[in-house]
């Protein structure tokens, strides 16, 4: 099986099936109704109606298990309608290979022999499966030989028996005029010997009537040879390789395409909101923040986002912006969140969680789909995706464009009257606008390998929050990558380059005082990973060995804009990592531990290991158990970038350096205890996860991680200059960034994460996370208010037979208190107090689809939908609207109409 982080092969073209195989349960019920003359409105309805849209696995799944009940019960009728209602929900090849077994048990000979033909142009690799089954039924579909004809012969029998026919006659005929006539026996003929008995030879049965019996006609293992590997959930982050969720070592949650579209999310963090232990915190439009299990805020950057299993953040910021990704919501498959550190698995900055964003194959679902959105707030959004197959080949290829205005509109150009001006963009009030294209090119070759081609590219302007001394900056530039995979057998190989390049400056500034000057940047990264997995057994004890090594290269440029480039800064990485699994039948045991090689790092604090285990105490539960640790590495602009920060003070500045351009450090990894270092986390975890119904999924946890030597701003220290007109003012002193030694955060948390599909087309999924982080100090210990002790999430989503989706979901956040920090009068750093009361978000959303072929729909989303009601003791012309962070900007309500065409 290839590695997780490797794309997958691309889909091979699939014949289309029958329109009447479409229908789901229901349907075939009112269809029904309608043969009986009951009502021939329902019949136009139908018509219209077609069958649940997108994605539903679970009703696939839980019609699919329904089958096999079925067929093990011997009743196949019963069978083949949970076979085709999970076909027709997703069609699957396994479950088209149980539809013709099914019939073949019933002896349908040639409804067997369509399905069994159809699961072999479904899964080409795995044809030879049913190559027997379309040989038996093929053999009795045979006509049976006709005998040649045989000459009449005079026969005596012939003549005798043909004598009594006359007899009877003349008899009858005279007892019907009166006559008495008196029984006459038949001729007897001679009596001959009898031949031998032949063998028994069993008769073929022909082929069955309509009304053929629910048991077999013969008892020949009817209830073997059904397929069970269909539907099931799978997922591949929490351990780079494809595993039941059971399996998994870690808490996980599984985001799908249909979750997605249903969701109305016009950012991939939007519908991250839904995941339980998930924190969104929308500072600006354009870049909410993402954390997990607590340390969200500004530039959040202690979760690893993944696309396909490559890492995504900008490397200059260390921060994810989902909004530089170069793929439309509609590519992706599905998304992937693992809560608990990752660092044992991907290296640096896994320290709190990982987003592994999973897009389709080539081939995959849709062959087009063309999507357009406009909405309140300035909001537009435009794209485009094709997708196929040309023989082995898979393609997909991707544009879009996407725009939206900030959430406060502070100014529209240069204010003559407090002196600010729009120091980033002419058009203020936008704050993200960007164009994107992708593309993707895999294929096969021999019988187990495969080569995937991909890149994309992104370009805009996009607002982002930074530190709370530094304020809010912009960011225009492009964001572009290319990537090559290599798989054969369990082998994978991996290379990637990113660059990122553009000019970042403070969003607004103060005409006549001192401010920050605009950087630009340019960061380069080239990645090759090479990775191995090798299984076996002794006995009954399966063995798993994963092993991978790599090197990346990066170079960070950053320059004044008005003074070019600076020297590159070169960094060499190396990583070396490895995983080992021991299972016997219910239990697994796994041992991970990966060492990353970072210049600035002493070697020490980047060595992640990880324990798990991992027990099934029934097939459908298990329960885990886990420890491990992760790390932070710093990041460009911690470690290169200087700054001119502005001050209160009209005229004065203060000098901002990188850990690694700092003046005053001698710039070798640890030999000052003052040298900035990695943050490091220890992490304990219990939970459970159970399957054991059809109808719902269950997954509880309780942890415990530990945090130290976060990385903050640091104090100034006092150092007058001359004057410096780049940054129109005086230094007054100069400040970089430092690691808090003094201050240990404890989080200890609970989560229950519920998940329920009752019928077809119907999801409900609620959550609740319970989080405290403690902060011990050495002057005592305190409650770090700025995580939410609860957070709630509950939501419907409903898939209507008539064509008409409807979702509801809310959001709960308690009240927090941060601690801002900022510089004093002196330069120290302080930290300013600043709540934020407890908050719901409400999404809405409804969608119908009037046209079939090509599928358009239709689709009205409300956003925060509480912000259109009235503040309290205000007259009905405001609005309630609140801020996610002190220093965010206020959040109101959004309504948004999107139209999908799609074929």
């Given at each position: 099986?290839?590695?997780?982080?490797?794309?997958?092969?691309?889909?091979?073209?699939?014949?289309?099936?029958?329109?009447?195989?479409?229908?789901?349960?229901?349907?075939?019920?009112?269809?029904?109704?309608?043969?009986?003359?009951?009502?021939?409105?329902?019949?136009?309805?139908?018509?219209?109606?077609?069958?649940?849209?997108?994605?539903?696995?679970?009703?696939?799944?839980?019609?699919?298990?329904?089958?096999?009940?079925?067929?093990?019960?011997?009743?196949?009728?019963?069978?083949?309608?949970?076979?085709?209602?999970?076909?027709?929900?997703?069609?699957?090849?396994?479950?088209?290979?149980?539809?013709?077994?099914?019939?073949?048990?019933?002896?349908?000979?040639?409804?067997?022999?369509?399905?069994?033909?159809?699961?072999?142009?479904?899964?080409?690799?795995?044809?030879?499966?049913?190559?027997?089954?379309?040989?038996?039924?093929?053999?009795?579909?045979?006509?049976?030989?006709?005998?040649?004809?045989?000459?009449?012969?005079?026969?005596?029998?012939?003549?005798?028996?043909?004598?009594?026919?006359?007899?009877?006659?003349?008899?009858?005929?005279?007892?019907?005029?009166?006559?008495?006539?008196?029984?006459?026996?038949?001729?007897?003929?001679?009596?001959?010997?009898?031949?031998?008995?032949?063998?028994?030879?069993?008769?073929?049965?022909?082929?069955?009537?309509?009304?053929?019996?629910?048991?077999?006609?013969?008892?020949?293992?009817?209830?073997?040879?059904?397929?069970?590997?269909?539907?099931?959930?799978?997922?591949?982050?929490?351990?780079?390789?494809?595993?039941?969720?059971?399996?998994?070592?870690?808490?996980?949650?599984?985001?799908?395409?249909?979750?997605?579209?249903?969701?109305?999310?016009?950012?991939?963090?939007?519908?991250?909101?839904?995941?339980?232990?998930?924190?969104?915190?929308?500072?600006?439009?354009?870049?909410?923040?993402?954390?997990?299990?607590?340390?969200?805020?500004?530039?959040?950057?202690?979760?690893?986002?993944?696309?396909?299993?490559?890492?995504?953040?900008?490397?200059?910021?260390?921060?994810?912006?989902?909004?530089?990704?170069?793929?439309?919501?509609?590519?992706?498959?599905?998304?992937?969140?693992?809560?608990?550190?990752?660092?044992?698995?991907?290296?640096?900055?896994?320290?709190?969680?990982?987003?592994?964003?999973?897009?389709?194959?080539?081939?995959?679902?849709?062959?087009?789909?063309?999507?357009?959105?406009?909405?309140?707030?300035?909001?537009?959004?435009?794209?485009?995706?094709?997708?196929?197959?040309?023989?082995?080949?898979?393609?997909?290829?991707?544009?879009?464009?996407?725009?939206?205005?900030?959430?406060?509109?502070?100014?529209?150009?240069?204010?003559?009257?407090?002196?600010?001006?729009?120091?980033?963009?002419?058009?203020?009030?936008?704050?993200?606008?960007?164009?994107?294209?992708?593309?993707?090119?895999?294929?096969?070759?021999?019988?187990?390998?495969?080569?995937?081609?991909?890149?994309?590219?992104?370009?805009?302007?996009?607002?982002?929050?930074?530190?709370?001394?530094?304020?809010?900056?912009?960011?225009?530039?492009?964001?572009?990558?290319?990537?090559?995979?290599?798989?054969y057998g369990p082998f994978h190989l991996r290379t990637y380059w990113q660059r990122e390049e553009g000019y970042t400056a403070p969003w607004l500034y103060s005409r006549g005082g001192s401010?920050?000057?605009?950087?630009?940047?340019?960061?380069?990264?080239?990645?090759?990973?090479?990775?191995?997995?090798?299984?076996?057994?002794?006995?009954?004890?399966?063995?798993?060995?994963?092993?991978?090594?790599?090197?990346?290269?990066?170079?960070?440029?950053?320059?004044?804009?008005?003074?070019?480039?600076?020297?590159?800064?070169?960094?060499?990485?190396?990583?070396?990592?490895?995983?080992?699994?021991?299972?016997?039948?219910?239990?697994?045991?796994?041992?991970?531990?990966?060492?990353?090689?970072?210049?600035?790092?002493?070697?020490?604090?980047?060595?992640?290991?990880?324990?798990?285990?991992?027990?099934?105490?029934?097939?459908?539960?298990?329960?885990?158990?886990?420890?491990?640790?992760?790390?932070?590495?710093?990041?460009?602009?911690?470690?290169?970038?200087?700054?001119?920060?502005?001050?209160?003070?009209?005229?004065?500045?203060?000098?901002?350096?990188?850990?690694?351009?700092?003046?005053?450090?001698?710039?070798?990894?640890?030999d000052d205890p003052d040298d900035l270092g990695a943050e490091q986390v220890i992490n304990a975890e219990l939970g459970v996860r159970d399957e054991s119904s059809s109808f719902h999924a269950?997954?509880?946890?309780?942890?415990?991680?530990?945090?130290?030597?976060?990385?903050?701003?640091?104090?100034?220290?006092?150092?007058?200059?001359?004057?410096?007109?780049?940054?129109?003012?005086?230094?007054?002193?100069?400040?970089?960034?430092?690691?808090?030694?003094?201050?240990?955060?404890?989080?200890?948390?609970?989560?229950?994460?519920?998940?329920?599909?009752?019928?077809?087309?119907?999801?409900?999924?609620a959550n609740v996370a319970i989080s405290q982080v403690l902060a011990a100090t050495p002057t005592g210990t305190t409650e770090d208010g700025s995580t939410s002790l609860v957070h709630a999430?509950?939501?419907?989503?409903?898939?209507?037979?008539?064509?008409?989706?409807?979702?509801?979901?809310?959001?709960?956040?308690?009240?927090?208190?941060?601690?801002?920090?900022?510089?004093?009068?002196?330069?120290?750093?302080?930290?300013?107090?600043?709540?934020?009361?407890?908050?719901?978000?409400?999404?809405?959303?409804?969608?119908?689809?009037?046209?079939?072929?090509?599928?358009?729909?239709?689709?009205?989303?409300?956003?925060?939908?509480?912000?259109?009601?009235?503040?309290?003791?205000?007259?009905?012309?405001?609005?309630?609207?609140?801020?996610?962070?002190?220093?965010?900007?206020?959040?109101?309500?959004?309504?948004?109409?999107?139209?999908?065409?799609?074929?």
């Open positions: 099986m290839p590695p997780c982080r490797a794309p997958s092969p691309p889909v091979r073209s699939t014949a289309t099936r029958p329109s009447a195989l479409r229908l789901t349960a229901f349907r075939r019920s009112a269809l029904r109704l309608i043969a009986s003359r009951r009502s021939a409105l329902l019949l136009a309805l139908l018509v219209w109606a077609g069958p649940a849209h997108a994605d539903p696995r679970d009703d696939a799944r839980r019609h699919f298990r329904a089958g096999l009940e079925a067929a093990n019960a011997g009743s196949y009728r019963e069978a083949i309608d949970e076979f085709l209602a999970a076909y027709a929900a997703i069609p699957h090849a396994a479950t088209a290979f149980n539809i013709g077994r099914a019939y073949e048990d019933l002896r349908e000979d040639d409804k067997a022999l369509y399905w069994y033909q159809r699961f072999q142009e479904m899964e080409p690799g795995r044809a030879a499966e049913a190559d027997d089954a379309i040989a038996r039924v093929q053999a009795r579909l045979q006509p049976a030989p006709v005998a040649a004809p045989v000459p009449a012969q005079d026969d005596p029998l012939d003549r005798l028996a043909a004598l009594d026919a006359e007899r009877a006659a003349l008899a009858a005929s005279l007892r019907a005029q009166g006559v008495e006539v008196p029984e006459i026996a038949p001729a007897e003929p001679e009596p001959e010997v009898e031949p031998a008995a032949a063998p028994d030879v069993p008769q073929q049965p022909s082929p069955a009537v309509a009304d053929a019996p629910e048991e077999p006609i013969t008892p020949d293992a009817p209830r073997e040879g059904f397929l069970t590997d269909a539907y099931e959930r799978v997922i591949v982050t929490a351990s780079r390789y494809s595993q039941d969720p059971l399996d998994a070592p870690s808490s996980i949650t599984v985001i799908t395409s249909d979750d997605i579209r249903m969701s109305g999310a016009v950012h991939v963090a939007d519908i991250l909101r839904r995941a339980v232990g998930v924190d969104v915190t929308s500072m600006t439009a354009g870049v909410p923040y993402v954390g997990i299990r607590a340390f969200n805020g500004e530039m959040t950057n202690k979760v690893l986002w993944l696309l396909d299993g490559r890492p995504t953040s900008l490397e200059f910021l260390a921060t994810p912006m989902p909004v530089t990704l170069p793929v439309a919501l509609d590519e992706i498959e599905r998304i992937e969140i693992i809560r608990g550190p990752g660092s044992a698995i991907y290296g640096a900055n896994a320290v709190t969680g990982v987003v592994n964003i999973i897009t389709k194959r080539p081939g995959e679902g849709d062959k087009a789909v063309l999507s357009a959105s406009a909405g309140a707030n300035r909001f537009v959004a435009g794209s485009a995706v094709a997708s196929g197959t040309v023989g082995k080949v898979g393609y997909r290829f991707s544009a879009g464009y996407q725009q939206e205005g900030r959430f406060e509109q502070e100014l529209t150009g240069i204010d003559e009257e407090d002196g600010t001006a729009a120091g980033f963009s002419l058009d203020q009030g936008l704050g993200e606008q960007r164009v994107r294209a992708a593309g993707r090119v895999d294929t096969t070759f021999a019988d187990k390998g495969w080569v995937s081609l991909s890149g994309g590219w992104s370009r805009g302007t996009t607002e982002y929050a930074s530190k709370a001394a530094l304020g809010y900056f912009g960011l225009e530039g492009d964001v572009g990558h290319a990537r090559f995979d290599l798989a401010r920050t000057p605009g950087a630009y940047v340019r960061d380069d990264v080239a990645d090759v990973e090479a990775e191995g997995t090798f299984e076996a057994r002794t006995g009954k004890v399966g063995h798993r060995l994963q092993v991978g090594a790599g090197y990346t290269y990066k170079q960070y440029r950053a320059g004044v804009r008005t003074e070019g480039f600076l020297v590159p800064r070169v960094e060499h990485h190396g990583k070396v990592f490895g995983q080992y699994e021991l299972s016997v039948d219910w239990f697994r045991a796994m041992a991970s531990l990966r060492y990353d090689r970072h210049p600035l790092i002493p070697n020490a604090t980047t060595i992640s290991p990880r324990g798990a285990l991992v027990f099934r105490v029934t097939p459908t539960t298990a329960i885990r158990a886990s420890a491990g640790s992760a790390f932070r590495a710093m990041n460009g602009l911690e470690s290169y970038v200087n700054l001119e920060l502005g001050t209160t003070a009209d005229g004065y500045f203060v000098n901002f350096y990188g850990a690694a351009t700092n003046p005053n450090d001698t710039g070798v990894p640890g269950l997954d509880a946890a309780v942890y415990w991680n530990r945090v130290t030597n976060l990385i903050d701003i640091g104090s100034v220290t006092p150092q007058l200059g001359g004057f410096q007109p780049k940054a129109n003012g005086y230094p007054f002193g100069y400040a970089s960034w430092i690691n808090d030694r003094d201050t240990v955060y404890d989080n200890f948390g609970a989560e229950l994460d519920l998940t329920l599909f009752p019928v077809d087309g119907l999801d409900v999924f999430n509950l939501g419907v989503l409903y898939r209507s037979p008539v064509r008409l989706d409807l979702s509801l979901s809310g959001h709960l956040t308690s009240a927090q208190t941060w601690q801002i920090p900022t510089f004093g009068g002196e330069g120290e750093v302080i930290r300013e107090r600043a709540e934020i009361p407890a908050r719901v978000l409400m999404v809405a959303r409804i969608a119908g689809r009037p046209v079939l072929k090509p599928e358009l729909e239709l689709a009205l989303t409300l956003w925060n939908p509480l912000g259109f009601l009235p503040s309290p003791g205000t007259s009905g012309a405001s609005v309630t609207a609140y801020r996610e962070h002190p220093s965010g900007q206020v959040v109101g309500p959004r309504l948004l109409g999107t139209a999908a065409l799609r074929f």
